[in-house]
């Protein structure tokens, strides 16, 4: 069966500190991955998408960038971050491209930005 | 363009009654695919249920019933007999016909009273 992991669950950084996060599947291969940003109350927003490793897709410009150096790994960063960058960050995968195929999510991130 | 409407914002039913979460979607796209997606308050985002424009048939697992009308644009989801763990925040999203995301509604935070 697929899974698939965040870490880490919660983080609190300083406005201007560099951010890392990290998601990986397990049990699939070739997945569509996927970034999104909860704001608090509010519903999902999509950052980016990965069809392929270094294939990297961004949805909306801001402050961070994504990539997927192997297969089932995509990584979010920041160089530099800001208060408002602070949410609930959601990485999922799909099986295929195309629509047909649900989206299946991680347990996600919280990141708090001080 | 994409939009999913979800115009509940909370609902609070008492355990054992019937409630109804109410989605409304917009596409230019005539093949598209409406889902469902819980939120318990751990955060992770689970999968309920996936329907394709073509396939007006309700569906109905266990406690859980989706009406699907393409003639208002409306996918329903009806909990019956509620309970205290169906507390959570519910999404309706949508995907369109080469669309590498969906497309989230705000979402509807049903609280079950005990």
């Known amino acids: 069966s697929q899974t698939i992991h965040q870490w880490p669950a919660t983080l609190v950084q300083p406005v201007g500190s560099p951010l890392s996060l990290e998601c990986t599947v397990e049990?699939?291969?070739?997945?569509?991955l996927y970034w999104y940003r909860q704001a608090a109350g509010r519903g999902l927003q999509l950052l980016f998408y990965?069809?392929?490793?270094?294939?990297i897709s961004s949805e909306v410009p801001q402050n961070l960038s994504a990539s997927r150096p192997q297969d089932r790994q995509f990584i979010l960063s920041s160089k530099k971050l800001l208060l408002s960058d602070s949410g609930f960050y959601l990485c999922a995968w799909s099986p295929l491209a195309g629509p047909y195929n649900e989206q299946f999510f991680g347990p996600g991130t919280r990141l708090t930005v001080l | 363009a994409q939009k999913v409407t979800q115009a509940q914002t909370e609902i609070s039913v008492v355990e054992k009654e019937d409630v109804t979460l109410d989605c409304v979607y917009e596409t230019r796209d005539t093949t598209y695919y409406l889902f469902w997606y819980k939120q318990p308050p751990s955060g992770e985002l689970v999968f309920l249920i996936r329907r394709n424009s073509f396939d007006e048939q309700n569906e109905i697992s266990g406690r859980y019933s989706w009406n699907f009308q393409k003639s208002t644009s409306s996918f329903n989801f009806t909990i019956t007999a509620s309970q205290v763990v169906d507390s959570a925040v519910y999404f309706c999203a949508l995907r369109g016909t080469g669309a590498n995301n969906l497309f989230f509604g705000t979402g509807t935070r049903l609280t079950v009273i005990p």
């Open positions: 990965s069809v392929g490793i270094g294939q």
């Open positions: 049990g699939t291969s070739n997945p569509n």
